[in-house]
């Protein structure tokens, strides 16, 4: 079956870069996402990119695909505690089939 | 604004109580989706909807009930309340396939 693994927690000075990493099994899915949520609120769509694709950026944000190794990764540069939040990855086989996700990365940012 | 509206925001019921959650979207979205939310566990697809008049089960769907008996409507009915419920719920809608939008979700605790 399907199933999106993340690490739990990643801790980071401000300023840093930080890299969340992500690895599904579904060799079949053509859409992968990521989002976040801060504390008590709801979720976030951060970016995504499709299958075809290996590398999205977009301001201080840089998806990189594997596709050969299923493996995704989140790189936000000059992290700043406002990024402090849990981020999770998310994939979908096609359009419009639920999205089925990792279990969240926990970021935790150091002033 | 345009959106997924999730009523109500917070609720506490007792064990063996019945309530209904409500998600309403204004997108004319044909695809939407009830997920819970539980600690170092991610998001879990409950049931989800195709079109108005359909459902279909998810990941987790017992002790749940669906309906989808119009297209802006999704509604996730508990019949017998239990502890394990304790949860944050969210729905989702959905048209294309980077098109998915989430309400911010309900608090339920189950005491």
């Known amino acids: 079956g399907e199933d999106v693994e993340q690490s739990l927690f990643l801790s980071v000075r401000e300023g840093d870069s930080s890299v969340i990493n992500c690895t599904y099994t579904?060799?079949?899915?053509?859409?992968l996402y990521w989002y976040k949520q801060e504390p008590g609120a709801g979720l976030q769509l951060l970016t995504y990119?499709?299958?075809?694709?290996d590398m999205k950026q977009d301001q201080r944000l840089t998806v990189l695909l594997n596709k050969k190794d299923k493996h995704l990764s989140l790189r936000i540069a000059d992290t700043q505690t406002g990024d402090s939040a849990i981020y999770f990855c998310?994939?979908?086989?096609?359009?419009?089939?639920?999205?089925?996700f990792g279990k969240g990365t926990r970021l935790s940012v150091i002033a | 604004n345009a959106g997924v509206t999730q009523t109500p925001k917070f609720r506490v019921l007792k064990t063996g109580q019945s309530m209904t959650l409500l998600c309403a979207q204004d997108?004319?979205?044909?695809?939407m989706y009830w997920y819970r939310q539980d600690p170092g566990m991610g998001l879990r697809l409950i049931h989800y909807?195709?079109?108005?008049?359909?459902?279909a089960k998810g990941e987790v769907p017992d002790g749940y009930n669906v309906s989808r008996l119009k297209k802006q409507n999704f509604l996730l009915g508990l019949e017998s309340a239990a502890p394990s419920q304790t949860s944050v719920y969210f729905c989702?809608?959905?048209?294309?396939?980077?098109?998915?939008?989430f309400g911010s979700g309900t608090r339920l605790t189950v005491v």
């Open positions: 997108m004319n979205h044909e695809y």
């Open positions: 909807s195709v079109g108005e008049g359909t459902t």
């Open positions: 998310a994939e979908s086989f096609r359009g419009n089939t639920p999205l089925v």
């Open positions: 989702a809608s959905s048209d294309r396939a980077y098109g998915y939008t």
């Open positions: 579904d060799s079949s899915s053509t859409y």
């Open positions: 990119i499709f299958s075809n694709m």
